[in-house]
Every structure is written in structure tokens, then in C-alpha cells.
């Protein structure tokens, strides 16, 4: 009881079902809280006359031996009116619940409809991964989401972040629904944010989906509920629900090259075009992707816009570019990381790849313009 109250205070960390702000999540709580009064009702009522019978009826200890104490109580046996109530009552506290479960599902589980225009929906495939979750944007308002080239084209390319998801809110009376396409590239998992929808799992060679909905901005955490190996614990997911315009501005963003023009200032830096040197010359480009270089590697999360996000390592670390001390990197988490994820993340699957301390320091550094 106290850990629930706790989980229902105004936190960002709140985890808590009691406290929704989606469809699907006041779904889950209204069906949670019915099924807990029932139940809580019938535990109190059972125990009650439990504990009234046990010091009722108690052989009185003080006299020793109670004429009559060993009797037993007169049996009832075959009385129909209470063989017929003890059979319905609970057969109607179940059929009960069966309808409301069957209603809640049925709000819970709406299948994503066909993108079309204007229909103010956005789509998101989620895949995923050991330990890490890799978000591709598919379609916004009826229109496919692509990354756009250096010339400002659209091309075919999908655009494609991880562990912290942006979705629109529902504002001037629009509802903006996200529809999630749930995919694993390994083992299963399981995708869920309490405040926002119930949890729905991740399988291997099958496609699930989940949708919410809010008009309540906000950062709305949640975790991999499926245990699915040592990092397990640490697979965490950031939901930011952003103004209309907030969020329009972020896809923009993510919908850039690495950078957007080619006089931007942070190619002049030398220990820059140093850093992508070295980071493109490593193994690094195997795995991580950096759209607009030839870094295209899929089984790592997609760094092209790489410090927009607040958080590494899939929520485990802060991230704030802002904050790196270039004068000092030694200082950052990003170095560290950079340097020996494992001290970092036990078992997960970047290794420390024993860079000079100036390959890394200048990779650092790179990384550090990927905004
Ligand atoms: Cu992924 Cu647990």
C-alpha cells in the first residue's frame, strides 16, 4: 500500500496505473479499481467472519476442562438455498468480470487504421532490441516521414531515433493519436508506459501494436517489462509529449542530415573533422548510422541527431552537450562511455574498442556537434 501511494505522487519518475492520462490507461485503471473493490470487499468479508469465528467461538482457556467443549457444533448438510447462493454469487462476481475485462480489451486493443491525410495520427514502429529501443517514423498527418538531403529534398531514406520517443499532444479540441507497430529484432520484450497504455509485448516474427493519446504535455517514463537478458533492468523508455508546434520542430530537426549545411561552423574545427575521421574510419560505422556520411550501420542506435537526446545508453545516463566541459572531457559521460561501455552497461553489446586517447577525445567531440 505504501509503494502505491508513493508511485502516485506528481514525480516525473511516476510509474503509477492510478494515474492516468490516455484512453487506454484510464481503461486500465477504471477495470483495476473495480476488480481490487470486488475482490477487496470479498477478502475483507471472508476474513471478517474468519476472525469473529476464531475469537467467538473460542474453547475457553482459564476453566481447562468445559463440559461439553469436545461436542461438535451441529452439522448442516444439503440446504439447498445455500448451496444455490454460494454457486451464483461468485459465478455472478465472475461473469461480471469477464464483461468488464472483455470491454476494456476492446478499448485497449484498437488495431492501427491506414494512414491517410489529415487525419492528425502518428505512426511509429518500435523495435525491440537488447538492451535498447530503435523508433522509426513512419507516417504524421497522413504524409510518410523521410529524412531530407543535404539539398533539402525529401529522399527515401526513414528517419529513425531511439529510447526517447516524441509524440504530439492533443491541443485546441484535435486529438492527435499515436499509433506504436510493435517489432523485436531478438528476444521478446515488452514495451509499456503506465500513464499513457498497458504494457504489450515485443515477439520475434510477430507484429503487435498499442496506441494512446494525451492532452496533457509532459515527459512520461516507462521500462521493458518482459525480461530479456542482463541489461534488462536498463532498457528505459522516455516518452515526451511535446506542444503541436514543439513537436513539428523536432521532426524537422530529425528529418536534417547531420548538418544541414555545409558552412555550418563546426566543420571549421579541426579536432572535429578529426573526430569523424576517426569515427568513420573505425568499427564504429559496422554498427551506428550517421545520416549524411557513409556511417549506415543498423544494429545500433541511429547517432545522426545523437545529443538531442537527453539521455544514453537507453535512460541510463544524462546527456546535456551543454554540459561537457571541452576543456576537461574527462569529465563526461559521453567519454566514459565512449571509452568502456561495459564499465557503464555490463554485457551490452558495444564493446571497448581501445582507442588512442586522442582518436577518442576528437570522437567525443564529434559526437558532440550530432545535434
Ligand atoms: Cu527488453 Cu526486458
Known sequence: MILLLLGMGPSTENLSIFDPVSPPAESIRNLSVLVLAITGFIFIAVEGILIYSIVRFR??????VTPGADAEPPQVYGSKPIEI???AAPALVVFVLVLVSARTLWEVNVPPPEPRAGDNTLFVTVVGRQWWWEYQYDHYNGRPIRAVGPDGKETELPVITANELHVPTSAGGVSRRVFLTLKSADVCH???VPRLAGKTDLIPGRTNSMWFQTDQPGLYVGQCYEYCGTQHANMLIRVYVDSPSDFQNWLDLQQQDRWPKQDDPRLRDERVR???KAFLA???VS???VRGTPAKGKYAPDLTHLMSRRTLASGMIANDPDDYPLDNLKKSKLLAWVADPQK??????MPAFGLSDRDRDNIVR????LR
Open 282 to 284: 573505425q568499427s564504429c
Open 190 to 192: 515488452s514495451f509499456g
Open 287 to 289: 554498427c551506428h548510422a
Open 59 to 64: 474453547r475457553p482457556a482459564a476453566t481447562g
Open 366 to 369: 564529434y559526437l558532440l556537434t
Open 274 to 276: 578529426e573526430g569523424e
Open 344 to 349: 557503464i552497461k555490463p554485457g551490452c553489446l
Open 85 to 87: 447462493a454460494w454457486t
